[in-house]
C-alpha cells in the first residue's frame, strides 16, 4: 500500500511508514521453535519470562528492519553466544585446507579456489591484529549454523550473499541453503542508519554519527543521556548503556556481534557492530563478539 510518496505495511496490527522498504527495528515476538510449524507468534509476557542472552528457543524479541515480498526479516535482540567466538578462528581458517568446510558452510571464493594465505601472514604489528579475513566468517557461521539448526518454525533460506576481500576483484559467496538464519551485512547495517556514502573499504561510523570533517560519520552523539535511535542495534552488549542503548549488560563478555562481511584494505579484519553504537572493524581472530541471528517469516506468521 502506497500513501503519498510513503510506503506503508501493517505489522502486528499497526500501521508503518517504510522508507525503501526499511523499517527502523519494529518490535516483534516470535518463537521459531514451535513444535507446529506455524504458529510462531507470542506475546510480550511470554517472552518477559523467557528473555536473556543466549536463550535460543522458545518466545523471543526480534526486530523488523525490512519488509519485502519474501516477508519481513528480522534481528534478534540479543546473541545465542554471550561467551563470544572468533570471526574466523586460527583452527577452522586451517582446516579450510582441504576445502572440507566451506562446502558444507556454503562458502565458495571468486577466484574459484581456496585462497592460499597462512592464518597468521596477515598479522600486523597490532598485537590485536591476528588472523585473515579471505576465507570469509568460517567460526561465526558455524555458531549460526548450529544455534539455530532446531528452529523448525523458521523456513529455510534460499538467499546468498558476496563479499569482497580487496579491491582486486577477491572474495567469497556465502549461500545460505540449509540455513535458517543469517548473519547481517555491514552493508544492511549502513543501510538502516542512513549511511548511504559509506561502502566496506571506509572506516568505521557511528550509528547516529554526525558527519565529521573526515566524511566518516564519526562525530558521536549517543551517549547515557542522549539515547540512540538505534539502541536495538547493539541492545544487550556489554557496557554499552553509556554509549545510547537501552539494555546493557555487565556480566557478558559479548562486546558486540559479527557480520558477514570482511574489511576491504584490512587483511585481518572483520566489520562488527559494538556495544559503542558503531560498525568498526576489528581482528578476526578476537573472540569476545557474539552471533546475532536473522530471520526472513512470512507476514501471516506474525500478525495477529
Not at 109 to 119: F, K, R, W
Not at 122 to 144: F, H, V, Y
Not at 216 to 227: D, H, T
Given at each position: 500500500?502506497?500513501?503519498g ?6 505489522i ?34 511470554e517472552?518477559s519470562?523467557?528473555s ?6 522458545g ?39 582441504t576445502?572440507?568446510?566451506s ?7 571468486l577466484?574459484?579456489e ?24 568460517l ?8 544455534d539455530t539448526?532446531n528452529?523448525?518454525a523458521?523456513?529455510?533460506r ?23 538464519a ?14 548511504s556514502d ?18 566518516n560519520?564519526?562525530?558521536?552523539v ?12 547493539y541492545?544487550?552488549?556489554r ?9 546493557g ?22 566489520w ?23 530471520i ?9
Amino acid at each position: 500500500l502506497t500513501i503519498g510518496d510513503y510506503k506503508v505495511t501493517m505489522i502486528g496490527g499497526e500501521v508503518y511508514s517504510t522508507e525503501k522498504g526499511k523499517c527502523n527495528g519494529i518490535e516483534v515476538y516470535l518463537n521459531p521453535t514451535a513444535t507446529d510449524g506455524q504458529s510462531t507468534s507470542c506475546t510480550k509476557e511470554e517472552y518477559s519470562e523467557n528473555s536473556g542472552v543466549e536463550t535460543k528457543s522458545g518466545c523471543m524479541k526480534w526486530y523488523v528492519y525490512d519488509v519485502s515480498d519474501n516477508g519481513y526479516t528480522m534481528i534478534l535482540d540479543h546473541s545465542t553466544t554471550e561467551a563470544g567466538v572468533a570471526w574466523a578462528s586460527k583452527a577452522d581458517y586451517d582446516s579450510q585446507n582441504t576445502g572440507a568446510d566451506s562446502t558444507e558452510l556454503g562458502i565458495t571464493y571468486l577466484g574459484g579456489e581456496v585462497p592460499n594465505v597462512d592464518y597468521d601472514s596477515c598479522t600486523a604489528s597490532n598485537e590485536d591484529k591476528t588472523g585473515c579475513n579471505n576465507r570469509g566468517p568460517l567460526t561465526a557461521l558455524k555458531t549460526l549454523k548450529n544455534d539455530t539448526q532446531n528452529w523448525t518454525a523458521i523456513p529455510e533460506r534460499t538467499d546468498t550473499y558476496t563479499a569482497a576481500t580487496d579491491s582486486s576483484g577477491n572474495g567469497y559467496t556465502i549461500n545460505y541453503k540449509g540455513y535458517k538464519a543469517k548473519l547481517i551485512s555491514a552493508e544492511e547495517v549502513a543501510a538502516i542508519v542512513r549511511k548511504s556514502d559509506w561502502d566496506t573499504s571506509k572506516g568505521y561510523f557511528y550509528l547516529d554519527g554526525a558527519y565529521g570533517n573526515n566524511g566518516n560519520w564519526q562525530a558521536q552523539v549517543a551517549n547515557g543521556s542522549n539515547p540512540s535511535n538505534y539502541a536495538w542495534l547493539y541492545d544487550n552488549t556489554r557496557d554499552c548503556k553509556q554509549y545510547g542503548c537501552n539494555l546493557g549488560l555487565t556480566t557478558s563478555n559479548a562486546y558486540g556481534y559479527w557480520t558477514s562481511t570482511a574489511h576491504v584494505g584490512d587483511s585481518s579484519f572483520a566489520w562488527l557492530v559494538g556495544y559503542n553504537g558503531t560498525l568498526s572493524g576489528t581482528s578476526v581472530g578476537i573472540t569476545n563478539r557474539g552471533v546475532r541471528p536473522v530471520i526472513t517469516v512470512s507476514k501471516s506468521q506474525i500478525l495477529p
